[in-house]
């Protein structure tokens, strides 16, 4: 790892630590903005990781973000925060202003004028919203809504993580450039798959400290044969959806510019963030099972800080694509040979 | 951060041109070589082929020079057993020479022995077995009752070694044996470098598999004397020794791949009609393939760093497992046909029929899944 992104792994691990806690996860829930940790993560420049100096940013590239993601993912930060990221960096792409705050990332295609978006993260909060005109099959449009307060009709996910309705009246600012159609799907998986890779990591840990302490038949749990295994069988879906997703975000820091979305295309992340979605999408499945089974009931409650994680996985996995449709894109990529055979396209990248 | 050190590692560009070449020397080798007996990978043996592999320098390539080595990269040796693999060429006779009886005998064995042996391995002249299993020891290896004596002709070796893959056809065997009786059932153990050549006192009985092979074979030993010098490394010290030759056996390729020309096959077979639930069958297979594949490369480099990475190689390789052992019951799914080896099958029925009934030993050789589960778990903590 480069020295300068495990200093950003310490950096967000320090700072989700310390400035988040169980109690502000439910006051979260309950729909209170954790404005103290948005200011601090705005400060810290994490929002504007990717973007050039001369618009406030880090400059960094998609591996910094991968720390970014699994470090929001570990402490299940009630932010939208991986959005903004993804929403700055279309901006700017498309040479439009960039506003400060919270974005609203718009997750499916949208039109230029007056129209109404749904499932947006944190939509509320929003200064703006930006997301992708395009039908499909030709290149997209990066569109920014921000004009002043358009209708939001609250909702959320099953980690009570707001996903709203928002009806806009006005019409877009269009960029300049375009880009391949299915941008915000593509990176959009990518970082679910960085946020999902620390939640899993998140439950193997408390999952094993659990095993240590709890005691029955006058040993830890985790003295038991049984218990061993399963959490083994864990922690091998958190290392493959740790390496999956790694990969993916090498291959985004490693881009063409001018990449299409294409799987298997040189250059062109969309063959790696396809399989990181996949592979974390099905640990999403048995990861959860496990950690819940080690915890018994106690994990079943509310109290208990367990299911911060796993109801994020199974809220997660369904967003930018599930692990069954990226598999469907893969097929497709394989079976009607753009690829050339599996083997050589496993090896080629 | 990360409870495993598996990196992304990146072949370096001399192992990436080395790929083109071996495709080259496959497709040249294998050119007439039938599709199903792809299906065998690492179990199907072929003495001429492997002495081609040895013309080539690929076996033992890593090693120097003066024992017949080309002192290539681990890098380079890793593309090279990829590419076997994948392409489902009879590597089983040098397989195990190469893999960890040859690197066994340059770390622990005498300079003779080096010099008479590891040159014969890289020419594909000289194959080995892994005499560990017994009657009575499997999972609990250092149980094994197998005994050698010294006396004033050498070692006299009594007992059975059992499972030993293609024993029938191997120059030597290297055992795991008892040297002395100890308190504790790790210490007192030694390994031997045992000629399989006809002399007395040693019966190998081959042993049919489910499916029909004299895969592996029984192993008697009844007063056989090897040499003092048979001795590997030393005496008593076979049991760290063991443990440095399973970690050999554990990080490399092979433990994902067996059924990769069953996926090849099978996509061919569907094509580009694939309807949208193959599609997605095999996209999902072609995730976990990559994936792997990437986890096996960052063994690999923590391999060429010089690092032991035995608890990563156990996570590897129970993920491999399970991945390559479901890959017949997916394929059978997507297939109205039935696995057939009789006249009239085709070459996807056979190999689906033979990865169909030797799937259930991917999670048993080497070590089982609970016995990997179980060096995981340690990793954890919580053993
Ligand atoms: C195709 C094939 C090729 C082989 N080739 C070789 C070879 O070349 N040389 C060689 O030496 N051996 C070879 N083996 C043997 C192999 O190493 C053993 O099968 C393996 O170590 C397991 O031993 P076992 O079969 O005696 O099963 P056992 O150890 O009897 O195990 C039976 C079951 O019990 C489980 N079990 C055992 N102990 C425990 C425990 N403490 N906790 C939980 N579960 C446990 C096992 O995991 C397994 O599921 C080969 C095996 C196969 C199938």
Redo the contacts with the bound molecule.
Sequence with gaps: MSEARSMIADTVERLFSESLDQEDLARAENGVWPTALWHAIEETGLTRALLRPEHGGADGDWLDVFEIARALGRHSVPLPVVETILATWLLERAELDIPDGPLGLVPHPTTTTATRLQRIPWGRAARAYVGLTNDGRTDGQVVCFSGPSPDVAAGCNIALDARDTVTIRETAAVGTTTVAPNTVRLYGALLRSGQMTGALERILDQSVQYATERVQFGRPIGNF?IIQ?ELARLAGQVAEATTATEIAFRAAAEARPNATGEIGAEGDPAFEIACAKVVVGDAAELGPRIAHQVHGAIGFTYEHSLHFSTRRLWAWRAEFGLAEEWAADLGTAVQHDLVGGIWPLVTSR | MSRFRLDPCRLPPEAESLRGEVREFLAKELGDFPTWKRAYTW?GSDAAFSRKVGERGWIGMTWPEKYGGRERSSFERYVVLEEMLAAGAPVAAHW?ADRQSGPLLMKYGTEEQRHDILPRICRGEAFF??????PD?????ASVRTRADQTANGWCINGT???????AQCHYMIA?VRTTVAEKKHQGLSQFLVPLDGRDGITIRPIR?LAGND??CEVTFEDAIVDDDALIGDEGAGWSQVMAELAYERSGPERYLSCQPLLAELARHLGAQAGPRERATIGRQVAHLATLRQMTLSLAGLLDRGENPALEAAVTKDLGGVFEQDLPGIAQSLLSDEPRTDDGADDLQQILAHLMQ?A??F?????????LR?IIARGLGLR
């Design positions: 044969q295994q | 179990m195990i077995c892994i005499g560990m299993s017994e020891s499997g999972s609990d290896l070694k059992l499972w030993t893959s293609g024993a795991l598999d895969h592996f030797n259930p030993s999670s048993l050789r080497g070590g089982t899944r609970e016995v179980g």
